[in-house]
């Protein structure tokens, strides 16, 4: 019975799986799997599964199940099968979506199979170490929680039978102290594959309301494929206008900011973290940053190409932008990437028209595995 109930509870998942998959542009786009994540478990609703359930007719009408029936007749055909809305008022509950919870990295594994994302190549990095208990043998001694129950009756059934006490016609096995036998460990320390994902976003006036929403649903699904690849990841967020601040998830996911703009300030704090947190010979660094391509001159943007290639693309895995269309943006920042850093492989650009782009983005960043 157990096993029938593993088996079937392994098909659900397996249709629960498909139908994410299925619909899986829809959940980004909409952005609620944003606001509905806790205890790493998000609830998605699933419409197209239905939970099968005897149904009653308030009619006296022939069919299988009452009265004569012949092998092959449908279930349930009849009169008041589909409603055109102009039945009475009735107390039976309607038919209601699915809703299914989902591990994190569960989605992380759609995500990346949807998109064909490859796993990340990292740098071998190993500054953080993470201390684990590992089983390496067997004892005499030790406490009952690490007690080894195999063990423990083989040496107990070796000595009943060397000694002539062993009865088969009624095997009982009773351990003696010398016969008890333990689990012995030791403590291990593992490297941890360790990474940094600093995000940056622009919060001036050019930027609307739904050009930061885009930010967010994309940066959220970039976050939860990036904490699948790597153990032990740190993650930081910036905002700025004309003056750029780290702030916490909280405010980065919600903030309401306007104001002038200048990139360099962002990039500036970036590449101040890292210098002063994330030494590159031991952090994997991913810096994100996303805008309406805005800047306040072509000074400010020169500054941000220096900035680019002498401290933040040296020190990162791959520097990634993001420019989000916005009416009220020029986009042009994205035009000098281009013509001032085209030849850098580790810079990866991406333009964001509408919540429609957000896979196509994700996929322009992570798709190369670095």
């Not at 299988?64 to 055109?84: I, R, S, T």
């Not at 590992?134 to 423990?152: A, D, E, M, Q």
């Not at 930027?207 to 970039?222: A, L, S």
């Not at 947190?277 to 941000?304: A, E, K, M």
Request: proline fraction near 5%; charged fraction near 30%.
């Amino acid at each position: 019975m157990s096993l029938r109930i593993d088996q079937d509870h392994s098909r659900f998942r397996q249709i629960v799986r498909g139908r994410i998959r299925k619909n899986l542009k829809k959940f980004i786009s909409t952005g609620e799997i944003i606001g509905k994540q806790g205890d790493e478990k998000v609830s998605i609703p699933i419409p197209q599964i239905d939970i099968p359930r005897f149904r009653y007719s308030d009619e006296q009408q022939g069919g299988v199940g009452q009265g004569d029936g012949e092998p092959g007749d449908a279930m349930g055909e009849g009169e008041g099968q589909q409603g055109d809305g102009s039945g009475k008022a009735g107390d039976q509950e309607g038919q209601h979506a699915l809703e299914v919870d989902v591990d994190l990295e569960e989605l992380a594994d759609i995500l990346g199979e949807e998109l064909a994302l490859p796993n990340i190549e990292d740098k071998g990095k190993d500054a953080l170490v993470e201390k684990k208990d590992r089983y390496v043998g067997i004892r005499p001694v030790g406490p009952n929680s690490l007690r080894h129950f195999k063990r423990t009756f083989r040496n107990a059934l070796r000595r009943q039978v060397a000694s002539g006490t062993y009865n088969p016609a009624n095997p009982v096995i009773i351990p003696t102290r010398e016969d008890m036998r333990y689990r012995a460990w030791r403590t291990e320390e593992e490297p941890v594959t360790n990474a940094v994902i600093l995000y940056m976003m622009d919060v001036s006036g050019s930027m609307g309301d739904e050009q930061k929403e885009i930010v967010r649903i994309e940066t959220f699904w970039i976050d939860t494929w990036l904490k699948r690849q790597y153990k032990g990841v740190e993650t930081r967020f910036i905002t700025h206008d004309a003056v750029a601040r780290e702030v916490d998830r909280e405010t980065f996911f919600s903030t309401k900011e306007s104001g002038g703009t200048m990139i360099s300030s962002a990039y500036r704090l970036c590449a101040e973290m890292i210098e002063n947190d994330y030494p590159p010979s031991q952090w994997n660094i991913y810096p994100f940053h996303f805008s309406d391509g805005d800047n306040w001159s072509v000074d400010d943007t020169l500054s941000c190409v220096s900035l680019l290639k002498n401290k933040l693309i040296p020190a990162s895995n791959q520097f990634s932008y993001g420019q989000v269309e916005s009416p009220y943006g020029s986009g042009q920042f994205l035009k000098d990437l281009k013509e001032h850093l085209s030849d850098v492989p580790t810079l990866v650009t991406s333009e964001v028209t509408d919540r429609d782009d957000i896979m196509s983005s994700i996929k322009d960043f992570l798709g190369a595995g670095r």
